[in-house]
C-alpha cells in the first residue's frame, strides 16, 4: 500500500491484482487507480511481463482538487480500473504537461487536466462505509504513531482487547494486511517522509525500525520501484 492517490495507464500486458475494493483486471489502454492506505498486489496475465506507468498525488494535493470536483475532501476514487478513451487521453496530457514542461509548468493547464481527470475518476454513488471496530483503530493508531517499535503480538492484542488469535482475524480483515505487514508499511511510509526532507538514509532506516540502510533500501525497492537514494537525489533536485 502507498500513502498516496496513483493514477496510471497500461501501456503493455494485462495484470490481475486484488485491491480494497475488490478483484481487478487491467490490459493495455486501461486507466487504472490506487487510493492512498489500500492494500493491492498484481501478477501478469496471459505473458511474463506487463508496463504501466504510474503518477502519485499527495492528499494535500488531492483534497483541493476533489472540491473543485464537488466532492468532499477525504473522498476517493471509485474505479481500480476505468476502460474509457477520454480519460485515457487526458492522462496522458496531464502527464506530457508534468513531465516535458520547459521552465515553470503552465498551473492553469495542469490544474484543469487534473481536475477533469479526477472527475471522471469519481462516481456519483457514494461508497459503502466499512465500520473499523475501535478495538482494532486503537492498535492502528499506536503502530501508525510509532511503527519502529518492536510490537509484539501479546502487546497489541492487549491494547485491542482482543486475544490474540481473534485480534489478529479482526487486524487482518479491517486493514486487508496482517500486524506486521502493516507496520511494515507503516516503517516504508515513514521513512520515505523521512528521506524526502533530507534525513540521510541510514538514519532514516534506524528511526524507522529497519536493522540498517540496506535493509531499508530491499523492502523500498519492492515497494516503490526505485531505490532511496535515487528517491533522495530526485527531491534535493527539486530545492
Known amino acids: 500500500m502507498h500513502d498516496e492517490f496513483g493514477i496510471g495507464v497500461v501501456l503493455a500486458g494485462a495484470q490481475q491484482s486484488a485491491s480494497g475494493r475488490g478483484p481487478v483486471f487491467a490490459q493495455q489502454g486501461n486507466v487504472i487507480t490506487v487510493n492512498p492506505g489500500e492494500v493491492h498486489d498484481g501478477h501478469p496475465v496471459g505473458c511474463d511481463t506487463r508496463q504501466w506507468r504510474m503518477l502519485y498525488i499527495d492528499p494535500a494535493v488531492m ?5 473543485l470536483c464537488r466532492r468532499s475532501a477525504d473522498a476517493e476514487l471509485h474505479h481500480p480500473v476505468l476502460i474509457d478513451e477520454a480519460t485515457r487521453a487526458t492522462w496522458i ?3 506530457r504537461a508534468l513531465t516535458r514542461a ?3 509548468p503552465d498551473r492553469l493547464l495542469l490544474d484543469s487536466l487534473m481536475v477533469e481527470l479526477v472527475g471522471s475518476l469519481v462516481s456519483l454513488e457514494a461508497p459503502c462505509c466499512v465500520s473499523i471496530p475501535q478495538a482494532i483503530q486503537r492498535v492502528q493508531q499506536q503502530i501508525d504513531d510509532e511503527p519502529e517499535l518492536d510490537w509484539t503480538l501479546e502487546q497489541l492484542a ?10 489478529i482475524r479482526m487486524f487482518c480483515k479491517a486493514t486487508g494486511l496482517p500486524p506486521h505487514r502493516y507496520r511494515l ?4 511510509q515513514k521513512a520515505r517522509a523521512l528521506i524526502a526532507v533530507g534525513t540521510p538514509i541510514c538514519e532514516a532506516a534506524v528511526a524507522c525500525g529497519f536493522a540498517d540502510q540496506s535493509h531499508l533500501h530491499r523492502f523500498f525497492v519492492n ?17
Not at 185 to 188: A, D, H
Open 63 to 67: 483534497s483541493p482538487i476533489l472540491r
Open 93 to 95: 496530457a496531464w502527464h
Open 102 to 104: 520547459a521552465g515553470l
Open 158 to 167: 492487549d491494547l485491542s482487547g482482543l486475544s490474540p488469535f481473534h485480534f
Open 185 to 188: 508499511q507503516k516503517r516504508l
Open 223 to 239: 515497494a516503490y520501484g526505485y531505490r532511496p537514494g535515487d528517491f533522495a537525489r530526485s527531491r534535493a533536485a527539486r530545492h
